[in-house]
């Protein structure tokens, strides 16, 4: 296993650097001027080459990418253009929301995916099966704003049951966090649940109907146990691999949830730092995002390498 994530962390060395020079590159080709967005309509142009001149945007784009690489190596992400304040102190103000709502919508998906996937894995061809296999289609179907928009509408506003407001830090009141997750939660995970599901369904028939299920059946072994020891552990393989895809598509998504449920995520601040062109926000907030989906793609690797020993590097 130390075989196995030294060789993926050697391997995300290059992904990050790769994502860095795109990052920095890709935002300093759009068009128009920061300076002169942070200045308004009416600037002249002495006084956006002034700001320009200040934040150091006069510079060849080599040399300012030197400066700005060395200074990532350090932890450094730079300065907001518009706030400024350092690039760090902004993500660590808007990253525990968009970790919570992540998190709670993973969790929702795995919940309902798995449980999806084993039942109507162990009846394939059935009613139920065909029911909730349709289920999983109107789930991929379903856009997460509208479903967010109907949950609140529903269970906030008619019923009462959530807050509309959904955040409150972990640490002010953890019950009144947990309740503002529900709903972002489930609009956030039911399009992850379907992936999941999916995938668990067709793992699970390919795994029961292996020859060794049918040795299992002639040695009087119960149905339920071999689900539950055998089918279940030969499906997780699949799934993981599909729980990794799922986590990246709920990384980009909960930026559209977090503005339907007012949460002060990075997807809000990624708006506005867009729209001003607050390049050092922007590179940040996609650095951030590209380093979550490594790690939880590194976890998820060692847990395939955990459950499937030949995927370990000899």
Same mark, same amino acid.
């Given at each position: 296993?130390?075989?196995?994530?030294?060789?993926?962390?050697?391997?995300?060395?290059?992904?990050?650097?790769?994502?860095?020079?795109?990052?920095?590159?890709? +935002?300093?080709?759009?068009?128009?001027?920061?300076?002169?967005?942070? =200045?308004?309509?009416?600037?002249?142009? @002495?006084?956006?080459?002034?700001?320009?001149?200040?934040?150091? &945007?006069?510079?060849?784009?080599?040399?300012?990418?030197? @400066?700005?690489?060395?200074?990532? !190596?350090?932890?450094?992400?730079?300065?907001?253009?518009?706030? *400024?304040?350092?690039?760090?102190?902004?993500?660590?103000?808007?990253?525990?929301?968009?970790?919570?709502?992540?998190?709670?919508?993973?969790?929702?998906?795995?919940?309902?995916?798995?449980?999806? *996937?084993?039942? +109507?894995?162990?009846?394939?061809?059935?009613?139920?099966?065909?029911?909730?296999?349709?289920?999983?289609?109107?789930? !991929?179907?379903?856009?997460?704003?509208?479903?967010?928009?109907? &949950?609140?509408? =529903?269970?906030?506003?008619?019923?009462?049951?959530?807050?509309?407001?959904?955040?409150?830090? &972990?640490?002010?009141?953890?019950?009144?966090?947990?309740? *503002? !997750?529900?709903?972002?939660?489930?609009? =956030?995970?039911?399009?992850?649940?379907?992936?999941?599901?999916?995938?668990?369904?067709?793992?699970?028939?390919?795994?029961?109907?292996?020859?060794?299920?049918?040795?299992?059946?002639?040695?009087?072994?119960?149905?339920?146990?071999?689900?539950?020891?055998?089918?279940?552990?030969?499906?997780?393989?699949?799934?993981?691999?599909?729980?990794?895809?799922?986590?990246?598509?709920?990384?980009?998504?909960?930026? %559209?949830?977090?503005?339907?449920?007012?949460?002060? *995520?990075?997807?809000?601040?990624? =708006?506005?730092?867009?729209?001003?062109?607050?390049?050092?926000?922007?590179?940040?907030?996609?650095? %951030? +995002?590209?380093?979550?989906?490594?790690?939880?793609?590194?976890?998820?690797?060692?847990?395939?390498?955990?459950?499937?020993?030949?995927?370990?590097?000899?």
């Amino acid at each position: 296993m130390g075989k196995l994530v030294a060789y993926r962390l050697l391997f995300a060395v290059p992904q990050l650097l790769v994502i860095s020079i795109l990052v920095f590159s890709l +935002t300093y080709l759009v068009p128009g001027s920061p300076a002169a967005a942070m =200045l308004g309509t009416s600037a002249t142009p @002495e006084a956006i080459a002034h700001v320009e001149a200040q934040l150091g &945007l006069d510079r060849p784009p080599l040399e300012r990418f030197v @400066e700005w690489f060395g200074a990532l !190596l350090t932890g450094d992400l730079g300065t907001s253009f518009r706030a *400024g304040m350092p690039v760090t102190d902004l993500l660590a103000q808007r990253l525990p929301a968009t970790l919570s709502v992540v998190a709670g919508g993973i969790v929702v998906a795995l919940v309902l995916g798995v449980g999806a *996937g084993v039942f +109507t894995g162990t009846r394939p061809g059935t009613l139920a099966d065909r029911l909730v296999t349709g289920g999983t289609v109107l789930g !991929l179907a379903i856009p997460e704003f509208w479903l967010g928009l109907l &949950l609140t509408s =529903l269970f906030a506003v008619q019923l009462g049951w959530v807050p509309i407001v959904a955040w409150t830090p &972990l640490t002010a009141d953890p019950l009144a966090w947990l309740r *503002g !997750l529900v709903l972002p939660s489930l609009a =956030l995970g039911v399009t992850g649940g379907a992936i999941i599901a999916r995938q668990t369904r067709a793992a699970l028939v390919t795994s029961m109907s292996a020859p060794y299920a049918d040795t299992l059946t002639a040695a009087g072994v119960p149905r339920r146990t071999q689900i539950a020891r055998y089918g279940v552990k030969n499906a997780l393989v699949p799934v993981l691999a599909s729980t990794g895809v799922t986590f990246a598509i709920l990384i980009g998504v909960s930026f %559209v949830v977090e503005k339907v449920f007012a949460l002060p *995520g990075l997807g809000s601040l990624m =708006l506005t730092s867009v729209i001003g062109q607050d390049f050092p926000v922007v590179q940040g907030v996609v650095l %951030v +995002t590209a380093t979550l989906v490594i790690v939880v793609n590194l976890v998820i690797d060692i847990c395939y390498g955990l459950i499937n020993p030949q995927a370990r590097p000899q």
